[in-house]
């Protein structure tokens, strides 16, 4: 088990407050009392709620892309075994990470700058899927008609909303037979052999 920093500690409370209350509701002394820090240990890693809140929405994103990159990069499966691994790796990644799942889409906080940054988080995880898609495209396992830049947004969506859905009405989630329904979704976008 890997043993986390201080600032990783207080990164998983901070994503549990803001989750649970809204970034307006999320209070640096709620984030000290979930994180079981003092204020000064708080302070000390980060200056501003503004800045913890952008660490712990780069760091997810961060986390999403290079799971999904861990997929693609995996020469041992096919390119078909990859574009469906991703789809795995999705739901299993928003599955273990409920929470984030929940901020990464229910993010913006109404204030312009901030709402700014968070879009440019987002915008690493769209191109990393954009340039897969087309990879996949490229070599006849996407349809040449699809639009790669709303298929990946659609990917996003589906199983962020899916895991959702399940969370609000404290349902589990079903990991096979969610893969299955996905997959079978995603058929769609082969082209016919």
Known sequence: MVSLSKKDLIAQGALRSFARYGYSET???????????????LYYHFKTKED?????????????????EKVMADTGL???DRMYGVLDEHLRFFSD????????LSVFSGDKNRD???????T???????RHISQLQKQGFIRADIDVQTLA???????????????FRQEPLDEAAGKA????????????R
Not at 116 to 122: E, F, T
Not at 124 to 130: I, N, R, T
Not at 181 to 191: A, C, D, K, Y
């Open 52 to 68: 913890l809140f952008l660490y712990v929405i780069e760091k997810g994103v961060k986390m999403l892309i290079d799971s999904v």
């Open 27 to 41: 209070t640096m002394d709620g984030i000290a009392e979930e994180t079981q820090v003092a204020k000064g240990t």
């Open 78 to 80: 096919s390119m078909e």
């Open 153 to 167: 947004s659609a990917l996003f969506g589906m199983v962020g909303f899916t895991v959702l859905r399940k969370q």
């Open 124 to 130: 690493e995880y769209f191109v990393a899927m954009e």
């Open 116 to 122: 700014r940054q968070v879009a440019g988080y987002l």
């Open 97 to 104: 990470n409920r929470e984030l799942c929940y901020l990464l």
């Open 181 to 192: 329904t996905l997959r079978s979704l995603l058929e769609g976008i082969v082209p016919r």
